[in-house]
C-alpha cells in the first residue's frame, strides 16, 4: 500500500472520528503541538526512532479532525443563532411574520451565481445576497439564498441581478424517523436560507453583472446548446419521461425525473445511473478517444487501399538515412486493433490536453460534484501518466483515488465525507480495484480467453459480459453496507440488471454526444441521432421498470452496527482469498463463526429485550401513531381531517417510516375522521400490505361502498369495533376500545394500549361525550402513563378535566406548525405543568418515539424541545 493512499486513509478517519469525540479545534492544536515535539525528541534517540513514523500518523489523524472541526464551526455558529447580525441566516432563524403584514413578503436582492433548474412545477436558483427589506427598509446582509418560484420560468440566467419578494425561511431538520433531512441537505451546499414566491412576477432582474469569461463565453452557451437539443422534437417534460432522463445524464439535473422512474432504479440497484459518477465520465473519455481513432486516417483501410499503403514524397535525400538519395517513402504503420488505436491516441499530447480540458468543461457543466470532480482527477492523472510512458498499475490508481479523495476533502469541504454521493462513488472505485481481482480468480477457466490474439467476437463478448458482472458484483460488496445503511434495502437483482443498463446507457450517451456535436455540422444528421437515442432511452426506462416488478428483486435489511461491518468485510476478503491461501481458509471459518455468533446473540438479545413501541408522526393537524407489540406485530391508527393532504401524509411521511423501520405488514389498522377512508387506504397499500381494518365512523354510502369493494379485492378483512371491543394478537399487549362510535360522522376514538402495568391511551376525533358533558362525572378508569392527544384543536377539549381523568406523565399534541390557534396557550401549559407532566408537541419536537420496557419508559423527540 503506497504512502499516499496510507496518508489519505489517516486524514479520512480523522474526519470521520471527529464528529464522535467532539474535541475543540484548540485542543486539537494543542495535541498536534505535543505530537511534534514526540517526533522530534524521538527522532533524536536511536532506539525510538521506529515510532516516529507511527505518531507521524498519529499527527495526520489529527490534522484530519481538525480540519473538519475548523470548517464545520460555521454550521455550529448556524445552528446556535450566533451568526452576525447582518448574515442572511440570522434573519432566516427568525419569525419575521410578527412585524409583517397578513399577505406582506420580505424582499431581497442579490446575483444570481449558478444557473437556474428549470422543472414542470418550479424554478430554483442560487442568489449571492446584498440586500434585505423588510416593511420598505433595506439592511445589508451576505450569505446564499436557494430562491424558489412555485411556477416554471425560462427568462433568468447566472449573473443577473434581481429582487425576489417571497416567504424567507430555514427548513426544519428531518421532523418524522426515515424522512429526508433537507436542513442538513443545505448546511452541506453551504446554501444559508430559503425564498419561496408563488409566481415569477415576484422576481425581477434589474441588472447584469457577468460571470467570469469561462462561465459566460463557454459553459453558460454550451449548456444552452445542450437544452435545446434535449428538447428538440421532444415535446413536453410529463409525457415525454426520456427528457428528464437525459437532463440528468448530461446536466445533472434531476428535477424532472419521476418517482416512478427513480422508485424502478432503486428496486433494480441501479440508482447509480441517475446521478453523474464516475461511470459517466469514463464513457464519455471513452467516446472522444474512439472518436479521435475512428478519424485517424493512417489507419483507414479504404485510404490504404487506394494509395497502395505507402505515400511517395521526392526529395534530394531520405529522412531515413542520408547516404540514400531519390524518392522517399514513409510506410504506414502496421494495422492493429481498434483497442491499441485508442491507446495510441491517448499518448497523444494534444488530445491528452484536449480530453482534460473536456473533463473541465463537463465538471462545470454539471456542477462540479463531488463524483465527478473524483473520476476526472483520476482520469487526468491517468492520461498524463500515458503521456510520460509511465505504466499504470494497481498501486498507481490507489494513488491517484487517494489524490483525488484529498483534494475534494481539503479544496472543496471536509463535510462531503458524510455526503451519500461522496460515500458511494469512493466506495465503489475502491470496492472495484481491490475486490475484482479477487473475484476473477474464482471465474472457472473454461469462461476465461485463451491465447492472446485468438479471440472472436463471440469469445470477446462473452469476456466483457463476464467482466461487466463481476465488476457489478465487486461494487456491490463494498456498498452493501452504506446503501442498507441509508436505504434499509439492497438489489439482488443488481448484477444482472447492470447488465443490460450500463450497455443500452452507453449507447444512449454515445447518440446524444453525436447528436449535440453534429448540430455544429449538420442538423439533419443531429435529428437523426437524438431520434435514435430517445428510442434507446424509452427502451431502457421501459426495461429498468419491468425488472423492478420482479419479485424478490429486493430485500429489506436492519442497519449493520459497527462490529458487523468490520466482520462482513474481513469475511469476505478470507472467503475470496481462501482457494489460494490455507491462511485464509482459517480465518474465514473464524470470521463466520464470529459474525454467525454475532446475529445469534443480537436474536437472543432481541427476544429479551422485548418492548412496546410507540411512535407519533407529526403530520400537522393530521394523527398518525404506530404501535409495534413485542412480538413483532404493527398497529397503525390514522385519524385523518379535512385539511389532511393523503398523498403528503403517505407519501413524504408514513412511507419512509414504513421502509426505514422495515415494516412488511400492518396487522391491523384503525381508520377514523373525516378523510375518505378509501383513498387513505388505497395509497397505504402502494407501500406495505395490510392484513385487518376497521373503521371508525361512517362515510358517505358511496365512499363507503368503494371501501369495502377495495377491502374485498384486496382480500384484507374488514373488523368492526366499538367501544369495550379488544383487539386480539398482539400479547402480551392489551389493547382496548375505550371510546369508539361506528355511526357518527365526525366520531371520537379512545383506544388504550396495556403493558406490564404502564398504560397508554390514544385518542383522536371529537370530544368524547363523557368529557364534552359537563354533568357526567369524572371517570376513573381513564388512567394511564401515557396520553397521544387527538387532531382536534386542544382549545376545544377541557384540557382540566382531561388531565383529571387521565393524569398523565407524558402527552403529546399533534397540531399545525407556526399555527397559534392550535396551539397550546400559557393556561393549558400551566395546567399540565402543575400535573408534573412531560408535554411534547409536534410543533416544537416534531415527531415521538416511546419505548417501555421493564416498566420504564424512554421518550425521543426528533427535534429537542
Not at 55 to 70: H, K, M, P, Q, R
Not at 212 to 235: D, N, T
Not at 589 to 609: D, H
Request: charged share 20%; with cysteine.
Amino acid at each position: 500500500m503506497s504512502p499516499i493512499f496510507k496518508m489519505c486513509l489517516a486524514f479520512t478517519l480523522g474526519m470521520l472520528t471527529a464528529p464522535i469525540f467532539s474535541l475543540s479545534a484548540d485542543w486539537l492544536f494543542l495535541t498536534q503541538g505535543l505530537i511534534l515535539s514526540f517526533i522530534f525528541l524521538f527522532s533524536l534517540i536511536p532506539k525510538f526512532q521506529r515510532l516516529t513514523g507511527l505518531f507521524c500518523w498519529v499527527l495526520i489523524l489529527i490534522f484530519g479532525a481538525t480540519w473538519y472541526e475548523l470548517h464545520s464551526l460555521e454550521n455550529y455558529l448556524d445552528r446556535c443563532m450566533l451568526l452576525p447580525s447582518d448574515h442572511i441566516g440570522f434573519y432566516a432563524e427568525l419569525d419575521l411574520s410578527r412585524v409583517l403584514e397578513p399577505e406582506e413578503k420580505v424582499k431581497i436582492s442579490g446575483l444570481i451565481i449558478d444557473d437556474p433548474e428549470v422543472s414542470l412545477h418550479n424554478t430554483r436558483f442560487l442568489t449571492r445576497v446584498d440586500t434585505l427589506y423588510i416593511r420598505g427598509a433595506g439592511f445589508p446582509v451576505s450569505g446564499t439564498v436557494q430562491v424558489t418560484i412555485q411556477t416554471p420560468t425560462t427568462r433568468l440566467q447566472v449573473g443577473d441581478v434581481i429582487t425576489a419578494n417571497g416567504e424567507l425561511f430555514k427548513p426544519d431538520f428531518a421532523r418524522n424517523p426515515g424522512t429526508f433531512d433537507y436542513r442538513t441537505m443545505i448546511e452541506h451546499k453551504k446554501i444559508d436560507a430559503l425564498l419561496t414566491a408563488k409566481r415569477s412576477g415576484y422576481i425581477r432582474r434589474i441588472g447584469r453583472q457577468p460571470p467570469s469569461f469561462f462561465q459566460e463565453k463557454i459553459i453558460l452557451p454550451l449548456r444552452m446548446h445542450v437544452i435545446r437539443c434535449i428538447y428538440a422534437g421532444g415535446g413536453a417534460i410529463d409525457i415525454n419521461p426520456p427528457i428528464g432522463f437525459l437532463k440528468a445524464m448530461l446536466l445533472g439535473e434531476k428535477s424532472n425525473i419521476s418517482d416512478d422512474v427513480k422508485n424502478a432504479f432503486s428496486n433494480t440497484g441501479t440508482i447509480h445511473i441517475l446521478a453523474i459518477s464516475g461511470m459517466h465520465v469514463g464513457m464519455i473519455v471513452m467516446l472522444f478517444l474512439w472518436l479521435w481513432a475512428s478519424c485517424d486516417i493512417r489507419y483507414s483501410p479504404i485510404f490504404r487501399l487506394l494509395m497502395d499503403k505507402t505515400i511517395v514524397f521526392f526529395s534530394d535525400k531520405s529522412e531515413e538515412s542520408e547516404e540514400l538519395e531519390g524518392p522517399s517513402i514513409i510506410i504506414f504503420p502496421e494495422p492493429i486493433s481498434f483497442t491499441e488505436r485508442v491507446k495510441k491516441i491517448s499518448e497523444f499530447m494534444p488530445i491528452t490536453i484536449s480530453c482534460i480540458i473536456l473533463l473541465v468543461v463537463f465538471s462545470n457543466l454539471t456542477g462540479s460534484l463531488p463524483p465527478v470532480i473524483r473520476a476526472s482527477i483520476m482520469v487526468s492523472i491517468g492520461m498524463l501518466a500515458s503521456l510520460f510512458k509511465r505504466k499504470i498499475t494497481i498501486p498507481f490508481v490507489y494513488n491517484a483515488l487517494a489524490i483525488a479523495a484529498l483534494t475534494i476533502l481539503i479544496f472543496l469541504s471536509p463535510r462531503n465525507i458524510f455526503y451519500i454521493g461522496f460515500q458511494l462513488s469512493f466506495g465503489a472505485t475502491l470496492s472495484i480495484l481491490y475486490f475484482t481481482p479477487l473475484l476473477m480468480s474464482w471465474v472457472p477457466k473454461f469462461l476465461k480467453s485463451s491465447e492472446k490474439g485468438s479471440e472472436g467476437f463471440l469469445v470477446k463478448l462473452r469476456d466483457w459480459t463476464i467482466g461487466l458482472f463481476v465488476v457489478s458484483i465487486a461494487a456491490q460488496i463494498g456498498l452493501a453496507p452504506i446503501i442498507i445503511t441509508n436505504f434499509g434495502r439492497i438489489a439482488l437483482i443488481s448484477p444482472f440488471a447492470n447488465l443490460i443498463v450500463v450497455p443500452l446507457l452507453t449507447i444512449s450517451l454515445g447518440f446524444a454526444f453525436l447528436a449535440i456535436l453534429l448540430t455544429f455540422i449538420n442538423p439533419v444528421f443531429a435529428s437523426l441521432f437524438m431520434g435514435l437515442n430517445y428510442l434507446v432511452t424509452h427502451a431502457l426506462l421501459k426495461i429498468v421498470a419491468w425488472m423492478s416488478l420482479i419479485p424478490f428483486s429486493t430485500t429489506r435489511m436492519p442497519a449493520p452496527d459497527f462490529i458487523e461491518i468490520i466482520l462482513y468485510f474481513f469475511l469476505i476478503i478470507t472467503a475470496l482469498k481462501m482457494k489460494t491461501s490455507v491462511r485464509a481458509r482459517k480465518w474465514a471459518i473464524i470470521f463466520f463463526l464470529i459474525f454467525m455468533s454475532k446475529l445469534t446473540w443480537n436474536q437472543i438479545l432481541e427476544q429479551e429485550n422485548k418492548h412496546l413501541g410507540l411512535t407519533f408522526l407529526d403530520v400537522g393537524a393530521s394523527d398518525i401513531a404506530f404501535v409495534e407489540s413485542p412480538n413483532g406485530r404493527w398497529l397503525l391508527m390514522d385519524s385523518g381531517s379535512l385539511s389532511g393532504d393523503v398523498d403528503n401524509r403517505y407519501k413524504r411521511v408514513v412511507a419512509p417510516f414504513i421502509r426505514y423501520s422495515l415494516i412488511d405488514q400492518i396487522d391491523f389498522l384503525i381508520l377514523s375522521g373525516s378523510d375518505d377512508p378509501h383513498e387513505r387506504l388505497t395509497e397505504l397499500l402502494s407501500y406495505v400490505h395490510v392484513e385487518r381494518v376497521a373503521l371508525i365512523g361512517r362515510p358517505p354510502d358511496e365512499i363507503y361502498r368503494q371501501f369495502l369493494l377495495l377491502l374485498q379485492e384486496k382480500g384484507i378483512a374488514y373488523s368492526p369495533v366499538s367501544r369495550n371491543d379488544r383487539i386480539v394478537g398482539f400479547d402480551p399487549l392489551e389493547i382496548e376500545i375505550v371510546n369508539g362510535d361506528n355511526l357518527s360522522s365526525e366520531p371520537s376514538l379512545w383506544v388504550r394500549v396495556s403493558y406490564e402495568g404502564t398504560v397508554c391511551m390514544l385518542t383522536s376525533g371529537s370530544t368524547p361525550d363523557f368529557l364534552s358533558n359537563p354533568s357526567a362525572p369524572t371517570r376513573t378508569d381513564l388512567r394511564c402513563h401515557i396520553l397521544k392527544m387527538g387532531n382536534q384543536t386542544p382549545r376545544l377539549l377541557d384540557i382540566e378535566k382531561v388531565v383529571e381523568a387521565t393524569n398523565p406523565r407524558i402527552v403529546y399534541v399533534p397540531m399545525e406548525k407556526n399555527c397559534e390557534e392550535a396551539g397550546l396557550t400559557s393556561d393549558m401549559k400551566r395546567i399540565f405543568r402543575l400535573n408534573r407532566t412531560r408535554v411534547y408537541s409536534s410543533d416544537d419536537c416534531g415527531a415521538l418515539t416511546i419505548t417501555v420496557a421493564e416498566g420504564r419508559i424512554n421518550a425521543c423527540s426528533m427535534i429537542s424541545p
